[in-house]
């Protein structure tokens, strides 16, 4: 009876996640069709875009910048998943190099397609929501285990063998060096040399 049991919270787990998921889906629909001003955006709206009742909107969100302050952590967890299945599928003879670069142009081209300034507005309402803004770094995370296996398979020589501390701090590291360019609209972010720079910083970090 147990295993019935925690089956069906399992599933109700994994319907509440997903609709959770469709809600934040809508509200960076609305916020890319309102050029990112959330006074702009109702509940109502929201609830349309969505398929859900206004109601349902506040059984997963406390209120419109509660939701709203989900979308970051959403758009940045959803970018470093992404990026998951592209490591597993890296071919066990590349190179060090070869592998940074896919890293570096997901990530690059990912944020190039962003505009900043709505970013920055989710981005401090996440900051100022978040009860644990200090975590804010760990849904990168999710790459550790990948380059793990990557390390193992690698038959090129080029690659060295890091534990998952030394995996969390340069993943990290690098994190902070893309996204604070980026958050903070200088020219520098996304040139040849800051490209050029990044891959040259991970490279001196994961070579032998």
């Known amino acids: 009876m147990s295993g019935n049991k925690d ?38 709206s929201l609830a349309q875009k ?14 419109k910048e509660h939701l709203f302050s989900k979308v970051w952590l959403f758009f940045i967890s959803r970018l470093h998943q992404d990026l998951v299945s ?12 070869q592998l ?19 970013m920055i507005k989710i981005f401090r309402l996440c900051i100022r929501s978040l009860p644990d ?16 296996r990557a390390q193992i398979r690698n ?18 590291g690098a994190q902070a060096m893309v996204r604070s360019d980026f958050l903070e609209q200088n020219p520098f972010f996304g040139t040849q040399s800051h490209r050029r720079l990044m891959l040259d910083s991970m490279v001196r970090l994961f070579q032998k």
Do not use: C, W
């Open 86 to 97: 592209k490591v597993d599928a890296f071919p066990d003879d590349g190179s060090v190099r």
């Open 100 to 118: 940074m670069m896919v890293i570096l142009d997901h990530y690059f081209d990912s944020l190039s397609k962003r505009n900043p300034q709505r």
């Open 7 to 44: 089956l069906r919270i399992n599933i109700q787990q994994e319907r509440a996640s997903t609709t959770a998921d469709v809600i934040v889906e809508a509200a960076i629909r609305a916020l890319e069709e309102n050029s990112g001003d959330l006074d702009r955006i109702s509940s109502k």
């Open 155 to 172: 038959q090129s020589g080029s690659m060295r063998v890091l534990d998952e501390n030394e995996l969390r701090i340069f993943l990290r």
């Open 50 to 63: 969505s398929g859900f009742s206004v109601g349902s909107l506040y059984r997963y969100f406390t209120d």
């Open 133 to 148: 803004p200090e975590n804010l770094a760990k849904p990168i995370d999710v790459l550790i285990e990948p380059l793990i």
